[in-house]
Each structure stands twice: as structure tokens, then as C-alpha cells.
């Protein structure tokens, strides 16, 4: 069986996304494997497939419950024998499903690495077959990483404990070339196959706004109909805005770590059962969340560091259709940060915070910046964020930012962004008087401009790399500074915005259906219909029955046998022995113009 047919058989696609065959042929080898795809780039697949195509059972390590049942539910619902073993499951669960592994039934075994602990499961597994070890969210392994589990560094003695070491497969959608080192080595991969699939994501549109009144501009994202996630920096932050929606009367849920585990799970389960559309999460929501079809997410706050936001961000637009980031950013947002970040141990925890305010002060294309935190190059600007497509006004601030550097110059030694803001503000401070700073040409110059406003300025010159940050955050001009002092180039810092309260949208963005030709639309319509109701009927997300891809490909074709309907995107033979008769009965009434089109 060729792998495409496989591909086919199993998931029902027709052909592999980037990256995806050659991540498959190095484990079917038998090589150990470090591949970084972004969010959405079929991670699961390159464990999942060898998985079914080798003898023996893949472990599938996991950090979240969420996580796990969500894919287990979607493989089972392809008719691949795939359980999971955590501290959800009763009594009985737990013993059905050692009796399949003893029995050889179980192809996939998703466990969470605080299992591997425990007393009992070294000896269960031994006597086992164990053909693979899959890694998932292999970056919590790393303490350079955005997201260190402790819990994940027991993964490599569990695999030195086992009778034959199987092949180990590590899987991460962001990490920088620090985390991916460090990945290697504390799995103690063997010569690892790497694969550095591109972090881009294109689909997705990224926009950073700094409103004067936050909450205003929430509304004018929001609407009643697209599934949306909202992250917040505090419980309660969330609290707040959950409350703020819910009084103007949203579809809502909220989810953080201060909730009973049965209020989280009700919450996690409304929004991917779109019962609400909208959820407001800490951070706590990230990796549990597997729901292809969300549309946009906005960061309330900004978040700590480039990682945490790609990967938050990344949520958006798993199905590979059009989405959007949303980051409100306000200076409040850096003094929470760095309150947040005070007490780690991370030595890089600095450094990657202002990378961060940089991203949300940069005037240039924000994939490229992005892009190149992740030491990837985009050749072009995107033309799809909110830099490129200039949705602020820019204010030029050249002069002002000459003043900067040649304040920074005078002052011979390198100090932080406040120092610098005092000198130039004319502050009266003691530790100007003590250094001279007093006494420089440059003293007090932009007495006129606010802290803040300073500070916009340096980070902008922080943001376009002519300012750097020596490793005491000392700030020093770089090479390229020169061209500021002497004119040859502006600098430019984004005008904040004011926002009115405006009446709420209502209606759906439908962005996505741009694909879709006006006649086709209503067809769509009526097709997710028919997936809401079968997905209330058999208990599960509508979009593990069929994404909204699949939905796509089937107003187009219009498939109205069998044979036609396997050729549409995502369906597979599992999927067209059980959904066949119901989606080409409606896309046949569709046609014959029937008014009543449902499910009996």
C-alpha cells in the first residue's frame, strides 16, 4: 500500500501537506524525529499514519485530557483503534482499555507524561509491543521554552526503562533554535531526522492595535455567530470581560485554572460544541483547544513572549481558511509583564518580553518580524497584517528619534529604556545628577513628551534593529543606526487609536466563504446544518465529522453518489460508509430545488 493510499484510506486525504511524507518515511526507517510544524500543519497525521502502518503500538504523549479524548474522538471516529489512559476515565474505562492493549487491539495509546510515574506502567508497557514514542508539544521538555513541564523531562527514563528503546518522535509548533537544541538532547534523541517545516501561517492575518479604550475596540471584533477565542493575562481579567460580554448578552463561556475542573470542562465543551461562539481563556485554554474552525483570536493582554503568542495565535484558522490575530496591546500591558515575569528563573525570560513589546511597536510587515524571531526569512512583505495594510495612521518621529541616539551616544555606557527617557525628559533625579547627565547637550529635549511617548520612540528603534540590548538591557546603537542620524531614513511610530462605541456586529465575518461562488454559499449553509444536527446526534464536535474544508468541497462538487462523494476533501472510506446517504440526500433535494431540506 502506497502512502498516499493510506493517506486516503484512513483520513481521506488525497495528498500530504508539506513536510508531512518525508516526517513519515524517516519514522517508517526507523529514525528518531525533531519536526516543527506550525499550528494547523497536520502534526498529528506524521505520528498518527506510521503509527497504523507499523507493528506494534505508538505511545502518544500528551500534556492535556482535553487534548487527548479531542484527538482520540476524532481517530475513533475514523475507525482506528486509538484509547487513552488518564485520571478521567472509571474504573471500568480503565480496565476495557488494558484489556485491549493486552489483546493487541489498540494501535494509539495517549498517556500524560505524570503516567509514566506511576507504579505498575513500566512493567504494563514491557509487556507490550512498542513500536514508536510520539512526543506531542515536545517544546514543554525544554526550560528555555515558553511553557516548561517539569513533568516532561520523566519521558526519557521512562524510555530507558523499557526492555527494547522504540523509535522516538518529537513534535512541536514553535521553538527557536535554543529550544530545538535543547529538545534533542533532553529526549536523548538518536541522530535525529530534523524537519523545519516553514512557521508560516498565511491564512492567518495578524493586526496589532494599541486603542485608547480597549473594551471599545473588543466590541467592534466580536460578533454572534464566528467561534472566537479571547485570551486574557489574569483570572481576573477574564472574570471581567466574561462578565462585560455576558451583560450585553454574547453566547460566552470563560475558562481559567481558579475554575472547579467541571466548570472548565463545560466551558471548553460549549465553545467546541458552539453552544457560544466566544470563550475568554487565560492561558490555561491553550493546548487543549483542537477546534479547526475558529476564525479569530484576540490577545486582550499582551502575552510574555513571541511563543506563547504565535502558538496562542495559531489557534486561529486550523482549518486553513481565512483568520485573524487580533493583539490589543496598551503600555499598562509591558508593567503587567515584567510584574508577571519578576520572580523566573529563565535567564532569556527578559529578553524574549521585549521582543515582544517590539513586535507590537513595529511599523513594518508583522509576518516578517514574526518570521525572523523563528530564524526564518520571508523574501516579501506579507500584505495581509495590519502594518502592510497600513489600517493605522503613522506619525514620523525622525527628529525625535535622533535626539534618542544621540542621547544614548553621550551618555558613553550603556543604560535601560527609563534612564534613557529620564535624561531626554529632564528628570531631577539623583542618579542623573550623579552621572553628569544633567550637564549633557541632550538633557531634557523632549521635556515636552510624555514617558510613555519616549519610550514608544525607543521601542520602535528597538523594533527596526537600530537599537540592540546588551546583556545587562543595556540599549546600544547599531550600525545601521547611522543612517537615522544622518537622515538617509525615517522613523515612524503608529498613532494610537481612539475608539467610539459603535452598535455591535451581528453577523457572521464569513471571510472564509470568499472561496465559495454566491450560489454555492447556501448550499454551505445548509450542509453545516446538517453536520450541527448529526453532531448533536452522536455526541461529538461538529468539526471532527467533517471541517469546514470538507463542507467547502462539497458546495463545489455538489456530489450526489458514492463515488463522487469519496472524492471530496477529507472524506475518507470510514467517512463515506457513515455519512454518505445524509449529505447527498440534502445536496440532492438542494438541487431539485426542495424546499424542506434536513435530517428524518
Not at 120 to 138: C, H, K, S, T, Y
Not at 395 to 403: F, G, L, N, S, W
Request: glycine letters at 4%.
Amino acid at each position: 500500500m502506497s502512502l498516499e493510499h493510506a493517506l486516503s484510506q484512513y483520513f481521506g486525504y488525497e495528498a500530504f501537506r508539506s513536510g508531512q511524507r518525508e516526517i513519515v518515511e524517516a519514522i517508517l526507517r526507523q529514525e528518531d524525529v525533531l519536526a516543527i510544524l506550525p499550528t494547523g500543519g497536520g502534526k498529528s497525521i506524521c505520528y498518527q499514519l506510521p503509527a497504523l502502518l507499523m507493528e506494534g503500538l505508538t505511545i502518544v504523549i500528551s500534556p492535556l485530557i482535553s487534548l487527548m479524548k479531542d484527538q482520540v474522538d476524532t481517530l475513533v471516529n475514523h475507525n482506528i483503534p486509538a484509547a487513552y489512559l488518564n485520571s478521567s476515565l472509571s474504573t471500568e474505562d480503565y480496565i476495557q482499555t488494558m484489556q485491549a492493549l493486552r489483546a493487541g487491539e489498540l494501535k494509539l495509546l495517549y498517556v500524560a507524561p505524570e503516567r509514566l510515574e506511576q507504579d505498575g506502567f513500566i512493567q504494563q508497557m514491557n509487556a507490550l509491543n512498542i513500536a514508536m514514542i510520539a512526543v506531542d508539544e515536545a517544546h514543554c521538555v525544554s526550560q528555555w521554552g515558553h511553557d516548561f513541564r517539569p513533568s516532561y523531562r520523566t519521558i526519557t527514563d521512562f524510555i530507558n526503562q523499557l526492555d527494547e528503546r522504540p523509535i522516538v518522535a518529537a513534535f512541536t509548533a514553535t521553538a527557536t533554535q535554543l529550544v530545538r537544541d535543547d529538545i534533542a538532547v533532553q529526549l536523548d534523541l538518536a541522530e535525529p531526522a530534523v524537519f523545519l517545516n516553514s512557521f508560516d501561517r498565511p491564512n492567518i492575518k495578524f493586526t496589532v492595535k494599541e486603542p485608547a479604550h480597549k473594551f471599545n475596540e473588543l466590541l467592534q471584533e466580536v460578533n454572534e455567530a464566528d467561534a472566537m477565542v479571547i485570551y486574557a493575562n489574569s483570572r481576573k481579567n477574564v472574570d471581567q470581560l466574561y462578565d462585560k460580554l455576558k451583560a450585553r448578552r454574547y453566547r460566552v463561556a470563560k475558562y481559567h485554572a481558579g475554575l472547579a475542573a467541571e466548570a472548565r470542562d463545560q466551558a471548553q465543551n460549549d465553545f467546541i460544541y458552539d453552544e457560544v461562539n466566544l470563550i475568554v481563556a487565560t492561558n490555561a485554554f491553550g493546548m487543549g483547544i483542537d477546534k479547526t474552525d475558529v476564525r479569530k483570536v484576540i490577545h486582550y493582554n499582551m502575552p510574555k513572549d513571541l511563543e506563547s503568542y504565535y502558538q496562542e495565535a495559531g489557534r486561529a484558522g486550523r482549518d486553513s481558511l481565512e483568520a485573524e490575530a487580533v493583539l490589543l496591546f496598551g503600555n499598562q500591558d509591558i508593567v503587567q509583564s515584567r510584574f508577571l515575569i519578576d520572580q523566573s528563573q529563565d535567564p532569556y525570560v527578559n529578553e524574549r518580553l521585549n521582543q515582544m513589546i517590539q513586535y507590537t511597536q513595529y511599523t513594518g510587515c508583522l509576518r516578517q518580524f514574526i518570521l525572523r524571531y523563528f530564524g526564518e526569512e520571508l523574501a516579501e512583505p506579507c500584505m495581509n497584517c495590519s502594518s502592510c495594510l497600513r489600517e493605522f495612521r503613522q506619525k514620523d518621529v525622525t527628529k525625535e528619534a535622533q535626539m534618542v541616539l544621540s542621547c544614548i551616544i553621550r551618555m558613553k555606557q550603556p543604560f535601560g529604556t527609563t534612564m534613557v527617557a529620564d535624561v531626554l525628559r529632564g528628570s531631577q533625579n539623583q542618579k542623573i545628577k550623579d552621572w553628569s547627565f544633567d550637564r549633557l547637550s541632550t538633557y531634557g529635549l523632549l521635556k515636552n513628551r510624555s514617558d510613555s511617548e519616549v519610550k514608544d520612540i525607543i521601542s520602535q528603534l528597538l523594533a527596526s534593529g537600530d537599537l540592540g540590548v546588551n546583556e545587562f538591557r543595556g540599549l546600544v546603537p547599531t550600525q545601521q543606526a547611522t543612517q537615522v542620524l544622518k537622515g538617509e531614513r525615517s522613523v515612524l511610530i503608529k498613532e494610537k487609536k481612539r475608539t467610539r462605541r459603535q452598535t455591535r456586529p451581528t453577523e457572521v465575518s464569513g471571510n472564509f466563504k470568499a472561496v465559495l461562488a454566491d450560489e454555492d454559499k447556501e448550499l454551505f449553509e445548509i450542509l453545516r446544518e446538517v453536520r450541527s444536527v448529526l453532531a448533536k446526534q452522536e455526541k461529538m464536535p461538529a468539526y471532527i465529522i467533517f471541517n469546514n474544508r470538507s463542507l467547502i468541497d462539497m458546495s463545489q462538487k455538489r456530489p450526489t453518489t458514492y463515488v463522487d462523494f469519496l472524492n471530496v476533501e477529507g472524506v475518507g472510506q470510514v467517512k463515506a460508509n457513515k455519512y454518505w446517504e445524509v449529505f447527498t440526500d440534502a445536496i440532492q433535494a438542494y438541487v431539485d430545488g426542495a424546499d424542506d431540506i434536513g435530517i428524518d
